[in-house]
C-alpha cells in the first residue's frame, strides 16, 4: 500500500488527532514529554507530568534551579529517573540558549544536528521536539511506525531511522500538518489494532 493512501485512509477513519498529547500547549511540556517517553509507556510519561505540573517547575529556569533530588522524585514514574533528570537538564539549559534561534532558523536539518548534540537526546526525540514544539517539517519514527511500514506498507521496519524517515517523506507533501497527523494516526491504530501481538479488526477490515 502506498504511504499516502494509508495516511488518507486512517485519517478518513479516526479523523484529525491534534497531537502533541499534553495538558497544555507549553512548549516546554512538549519537550519534556519527549524525553520522558524515552523507554516507557504515555502513561507512565503523565504520571510524571502531573507531578510537575503540581510542582510549579515547569521551565527551564526552574528545571535547572531545582535539586537533582527534587526533580528524580517528581519524575520517578517514568523511570530512569536519574538518567532522564540529567537529560532534562541538559535540554533546559539548550531551550534557554537556542529557543528563540529555533523559532527563527527554517534550516530544519542544521536544528536537527544541535539538538543530537544535546546529552539524551537521539534522532526520536529531537524529531519529536522539532516536529511537535517547534513546528518544523520533520517526520517522526518511531517502533509504532517500523510495525505499520512492515506490515501494511511492504517496508523493512528494520531499516536505519534515516532511511525509513527519508521514504516517508518523499512519498508525503512537506507540511507539518500531515507529519503531525500522520505519526499521531499511526500511534492510534496501533494501540487500537495494530498491536505487538498481531492485527485487529481495523487493520484486517481496512489495510489488507
Same mark, same amino acid.
Given at each position: 500500500?502506498?504511504? %499516502?493512501?494509508?495516511?488518507?485512509?486512517?485519517? @478518513?477513519?479516526?479523523?484529525?488527532?491534534?497531537?502533541? !498529547?499534553?495538558?497544555?500547549?507549553? #512548549?516546554? $511540556? /512538549?519537550?519534556?514529554?519527549?524525553?520522558?517517553?524515552?523507554?516507557?509507556?504515555?502513561?507512565?510519561?503523565?504520571? &510524571?507530568?502531573?507531578?510537575?505540573?503540581? %510542582?510549579?517547575?515547569?521551565? !527551564? $529556569?526552574?528545571?535547572?534551579?531545582?535539586?537533582?533530588?527534587?526533580?528524580?522524585?517528581?519524575?520517578?514514574?517514568?523511570?530512569?529517573?536519574?538518567?532522564?533528570?540529567? +537529560?532534562?537538564? &541538559? /535540554?533546559?539549559?539548550?531551550?534557554?540558549? #537556542? $529557543?528563540?534561534?529555533?523559532?527563527?532558523?527554517? @534550516?530544519?536539518? &542544521?536544528?536537527?544536528?544541535?539538538?543530537?548534540?544535546?546529552?539524551?537526546?537521539?534522532?526520536?526525540?529531537?524529531? %519529536?521536539?522539532?516536529? +511537535?514544539?517547534?513546528?518544523?517539517?520533520?517526520?517522526?519514527?518511531?517502533?509504532?511506525?517500523?510495525?505499520?511500514?512492515? #506490515?501494511?506498507?511492504?517496508?523493512?521496519?528494520?531499516?536505519?531511522?534515516?532511511?525509513?524517515?527519508?521514504?516517508?517523506? @518523499?512519498?508525503?507533501?512537506?507540511?507539518?500538518?500531515?507529519?503531525?497527523? +500522520?505519526?499521531?494516526?499511526?500511534?492510534?491504530?496501533?494501540? $487500537? %489494532?495494530?498491536?505487538?501481538?498481531?492485527?485487529?479488526?481495523?487493520?484486517?477490515?481496512?489495510?489488507?
Amino acid at each position: 500500500m502506498p504511504i %499516502s493512501k494509508l495516511f488518507d485512509i486512517l485519517l @478518513d477513519y479516526y479523523g484529525p488527532q491534534k497531537w502533541w !498529547p499534553c495538558q497544555t500547549t507549553l #512548549r516546554w $511540556e /512538549i519537550v519534556v514529554g519527549a524525553i520522558l517517553t524515552q523507554n516507557t509507556a504515555w502513561t507512565n510519561v503523565e504520571k &510524571a507530568m502531573g507531578n510537575l505540573l503540581g %510542582s510549579n517547575v515547569m521551565s !527551564p $529556569e526552574k528545571f535547572l534551579a531545582a535539586s537533582d533530588d527534587q526533580l528524580q522524585e517528581l519524575i520517578r514514574p517514568a523511570g530512569f529517573f536519574k538518567q532522564k533528570c540529567a +537529560y532534562l537538564k &541538559a /535540554i533546559a539549559a539548550f531551550m534557554l540558549e #537556542r $529557543e528563540a534561534a529555533f523559532e527563527q532558523s527554517a @534550516d530544519v536539518w &542544521a536544528l536537527r544536528r544541535e539538538l543530537l548534540a544535546v546529552k539524551g537526546v537521539g534522532r526520536e526525540t529531537a524529531d %519529536s521536539i522539532l516536529l +511537535y514544539a517547534f513546528n518544523k517539517p520533520i517526520f517522526v519514527i518511531d517502533a509504532y511506525t517500523r510495525r505499520v511500514a512492515e #506490515r501494511h506498507l511492504r517496508l523493512d521496519g528494520t531499516l536505519h531511522y534515516d532511511i525509513l524517515q527519508k521514504i516517508f517523506m @518523499d512519498a508525503l507533501p512537506a507540511d507539518v500538518i500531515i507529519y503531525n497527523e +500522520y505519526h499521531a494516526l499511526i500511534v492510534t491504530l496501533c494501540k $487500537e %489494532s495494530c498491536c505487538k501481538s498481531g492485527c485487529g479488526e481495523i487493520c484486517k477490515r481496512f489495510l489488507r
